[in-house]
Structure formats: structure tokens, C-alpha cells
């Protein structure tokens, strides 16, 4: 999997609210452990979930993917903060790559991104949930290394999230991204975007466990050329599961693992995927 192929696949998730990645995050307000203690409401990988963060209540979450052959690999942080209620929701991402080039491999920050969240709909976490976002990218990354876009860019994601007959939850991404002035390594400079679908099955097999199945499928272009750009399309595979902590002090902690894998055009393509969210409460007045 190409560095380009693994920053396309983890913004929804850390971001877009993703691809999206994509970047792409949503989170559920901790709860202490007892015998009556909610499902895991915690974010897909890949897919973003239309559930903004409870009030006072701010999650932390890391991402890790690595090809399975290639030295590349892609590290992100995110934050997610509520404004007021669960309504409104601001969060950020960095990313910390290395390119794949075994000769000439750049390690560095990618293009940091600032994400805003309107949630509507599913706000006692039950029935239909929307949640579109809008995600300015920063560009902070060195695009003469593979490493950022090279200009600034624009996303908007549009997450659905549904409960589903009998112990599963469904959620659905759609969104594309827009960057007027884009920069290859060797300077040449147009404008490009993005367009994809996501779709994940969560299976509810117990409060603190969940198998899962999600895919996404992007189309996007990249730089050739002085104003002249290549498009190229992925389809993924990703099955996983992610599992929960729940701490007295209502710190909740939230491993996962997946193993996304190419289909189509994108056979070969395979990777490792690893998860872990941290989340707690900032205020004395979060649930």
C-alpha cells in the first residue's frame, strides 16, 4: 500500500469525518464499570459515526496502519471536544508519517486538519443520527516529501449512523475533499479532489466487545504534471474488532485492530490497522 493509499484511508477516519480519510471520530460519554453498563458507542475505524462527544466529556485517540509489505507507515493523533452540548463538536488531527520509498523514505508531520461537527438527529444515542462536518486542511506537511498536500484543502463528510434489527448498528460515510493549488514532490502544481463512500457493520456481541466489518471506496486525483492531475480509484475491506475499559475515575479505554485489504484494482493491497481512544471527563458537569 502506497504512502498516498495510507493517508487516503486513515482521514476518514481520524477527520472527515475521512476518509477520511482522511482522515476521520466520534465518541460516548464514559461510564463507570457496572452490571448495567452501556454498549461500547465508541468510533468505527474507517467510518466515522454520526454521534458527536457528550458534554464534557473530550477523547483522545491514536491510529497506527502499516502495509503489510512496504516500510511505510502512518501515525495520527486526534482530539475531539464538545461545544456546549452534544450538538456542536470541534476536533483536530495530526498526522506522523513515512513514506514508503526504500531508498529515499521521508519521515515527518503530514497536514494537520481542524474538523467542525453538526449533529442531527440521535442525540439520546437512539433511532437515526446525521452529522455533517466540514474539515479545513492545513498545509503543514512538506509536499516536496510526499508528506502533505502541498496547499490548503477543504473536505465535508456526512456521516449516518442506524440501529439495525437485533444486535447490530450500521454506519454510512459520504464525502469528498477539494485543494485548489496542490504541489508534487517536484513542484508542479493544479487543483485536485476526492470523492468516496464508506459503509461498517458493528456487531453488538457483548457490552465490551465488537466485531466489525467496514469498507470504503474513494476515487481521487493526484498530481502529474504542471495543471495536469491522474486519477486513481481504491476499494477496501477492513474486518476488526475493538473492545472497552471502563475506570471509576470514568476513564473509558478503547483498544482495536483491524486488517484492511485491497479488492478489485486495489488487490495486494493489505495493512494493519491499530486502534486505542482514551476517554474522560473535563467537567464536573459531564454525565
Not at 26 to 31: D, K
Not at 143 to 150: D, H, I, T, V
Not at 226 to 246: K, V
Amino acid at each position: 500500500m502506497s504512502p498516498h493509499n495510507l493517508e487516503r484511508v486513515i482521514r476518514p477516519l481520524i477527520l472527515l469525518s475521512c476518509l477520511a480519510s482522511p482522515p476521520a471520530l466520534a465518541g460516548q460519554s464514559s461510564t463507570p464499570p457496572s452490571a448495567e453498563s452501556p454498549p461500547i458507542e465508541d468510533n468505527s475505524f474507517l467510518i466515522e459515526e454520526a454521534y458527536n462527544q457528550g458534554q464534557g466529556i473530550v477523547q483522545h485517540v491514536s491510529t497506527f496502519e502499516r502495509p503489510v509489505n512496504g516500510s511505510g507507515w502512518v501515525y495520527a493523533f486526534a482530539q475531539e471536544w464538545p461545544l456546549g452540548g452534544r450538538t456542536h463538536q470541534l476536533s483536530y488531527s495530526i498526522p506522523f508519517a513515512r513514506t514508503g520509498d526504500p531508498e529515499d523514505g521521508a519521515t515527518g508531520i503530514g497536514d494537520v486538519e481542524i474538523n467542525y461537527r453538526y449533529q442531527v438527529g440521535g442525540l439520546d444515542r437512539k433511532g437515526l443520527a446525521l452529522a455533517p462536518s466540514f474539515t479545513v486542511a492545513l498545509p503543514t506537511g512538506a509536499s516536496s516529501r510526499a508528506l502533505g498536500a502541498g496547499g490548503l484543502g477543504f473536505a465535508f463528510n456526512l456521516p449516518f449512523s442506524a440501529e439495525l434489527p437485533g444486535p447490530f448498528v450500521a454506519h454510512s460515510n459520504a464525502g469528498g475533499s477539494y485543494t485548489p493549488r496542490a504541489r508534487d514532490t517536484f513542484g508542479d502544481t493544479a487543483p485536485i479532489n476526492s470523492y468516496g463512500l464508506g459503509q461498517s457493520i458493528i456487531w453488538l456481541a457483548h457490552s465490551r466487545f465488537h466485531p466489525m466489518i467496514e469498507s470504503t471506496w474513494t476515487v481521487s486525483r493526484e498530481v502529474s504534471g504542471p495543471g495536469q492531475t491522474r486519477r486513481t480509484t481504491e476499494l477496501l475491506i477492513s474486518p476488526g474488532f475493538r473492545g472497552a475499559f471502563d475506570f471509576s475515575s470514568g476513564l473509558q479505554v478503547v483498544p482495536g485492530i483491524a486488517f484492511p485489504f485491497g479488492v478489485g484494482a486495489s488487490r495486494g493491497e493489505r495493512a494493519v490497522f491499530v486502534y486505542l481512544s482514551f476517554e474522560h471527563p473535563f467537567s464536573k458537569r459531564a454525565p
